[in-house]
């Protein structure tokens, strides 16, 4: 019973908290840029559900906690409840002036953007914060050591060596090569490195293998077989910080695509994707490692909410974008049958990614071990 609570309080109350501050933030993006836009807001919600408290603002927006804490929402005036022509003609001119369907596309649009534009914003002043008072780490990209054995010593790299080019992109620091080494999947590299003043080009094809994260996950990785000559941080000022921040944000998304484009093409393993109990967990590690471990994963979390909720899934924030587009292109919104076809669509994807995703959860739990044993 005890372990059971120490486990709420590591792992459930950070992964809350931090979904929470999350969630609010998308939130905010959208309930924001809507009051910039003249659309009343009729709820802002953290959670699903039945109420749990709650209060009304001077303006008549309802600020609530419900009993579901994963996700939330911000329901304005017109959104969903005014679909037909004859609903949108009983309006009076007031409300017309305050409903949000009967705003320009481009404010429609930038209502909905403004959620996942909220959250890489948030990533990138997470980054900016740990840069200006953390530090940057930052680590030259000089092999320090070549491993024994390993692809490194097979393709001729040597320690000293200054590492420029990885397959024709620049590397200026070594967590670029740990970068591109960390999405290859066993494909060769073609490496350019400064010796004895002078490039000298290598092939390298890196080593798949398998390691227990820190969270006793077991993953397949890529390793070159290198290590740096030394690690530093590098405190920035607030505006480099705040440049360096968007850089890192648009690198982790670059990378965070790519990899899932490896995942769609069947070069990378699906089961890497986490569900709530990954997330969880991952949670209270990074809470268990101090408020810059807590800050940078928030970061990570955050960039891929805003990625999730850009994809043209319908339901989610891409999706109704999406209907924007098609909106934009013939002049009409589409059909209410078609945008229910493609809504119900959009949940049974959700809903099967999110299964897929808690079964990968479920399956390196340590008690998967003794389900496996009614399949085999």
């Known amino acids: 019973m005890i372990e059971f609570f120490i486990g709420i309080w590591d792992y459930v109350i950070p992964f809350l908290f931090i979904l929470t501050v999350l969630v609010f933030v998308h939130e905010m993006g959208h309930y924001l840029v809507a009051r910039y836009n003249g659309v009343r807001i009729e709820t802002f919600s953290i959670g699903f559900g039945p109420e749990l ?122 967590e670029d090569i740990k970068q591109v080494v960390g999405l290859n999947t066993g494909s060769p590299l073609e490496i350019v490195v400064a010796r004895n003043g002078g490039e000298v080009t290598v092939v390298a094809t890196p080593e798949r293998i398998e390691i227990t994260n820190r969270f006793g996950h ?5 390793r070159l077989g290198i290590r740096s000559a030394g690690m530093s941080y590098l405190r920035r000022d607030p505006g480099t910080a705040l440049w360096e921040g968007t850089k890192e944000t648009v690198a982790f998304t670059g990378l965070t695509l790519k990899a899932l ?3 769609i093409s069947g070069t990378r393993e699906a089961d890497e994707l986490s569900g709530p109990i ?8 990074a809470a268990q490692g101090g408020f810059a471990t807590l800050l ?17 899934i319908p339901l ?10 098609i909106e934009a292109m013939t002049g ?28 990968n959860d479920l399956a390196r739990l340590p008690v998967a071990d003794y389900f496996r044993g009614f399949f085999s």
């Open 53 to 174: 408290f709650g209060w009304n603002d001077k303006v008549g927006t309802r600020w609530k906690f419900s009993v579901l804490p994963l996700g939330g929402y911000v329901k304005m005036f017109g959104e969903m409840d005014l679909e037909d022509e004859v609903d949108k003609a009983s309006l009076s001119d007031e409300e017309r002036r305050l409903s949000f369907v009967h705003k320009r596309l481009r404010q429609r649009a930038a209502v909905v953007a403004a959620g996942p534009i909220a959250n890489f914003l948030f990533a990138i002043l997470a980054f900016a914060i740990l840069f200006s008072t953390f530090g940057q780490p930052y680590t030259a990209p000089d092999i320090g050591e070549v491993q024994a054995g390993s692809a490194a010593e097979a393709a001729g790299l040597h320690p000293g060596d200054v590492v420029l080019r990885i397959d024709g992109s620049s590397i200026n620091r070594f």
């Open 218 to 222: 077991v993953q397949k990785v890529s």
């Open 261 to 263: 484009g490896q995942m």
């Open 278 to 285: 990954g997330i969880a967990q991952m949670s209270g590690e």
């Open 296 to 312: 940078w994963f928030m970061a990570i979390l955050s960039i891929n909410l805003g990625l999730i909720n850009i994809f043209p």
């Open 316 to 325: 989610l924030d891409g999706g109704h974008l999406f209907f924007y587009g």
């Open 332 to 359: 009409r919104p589409p059909s209410a049958k078609l945008r229910e076809i493609g809504f119900r669509l959009g949940l049974a994807l959700v809903l099967t990614l999110m299964v897929f995703a808690t079964w």
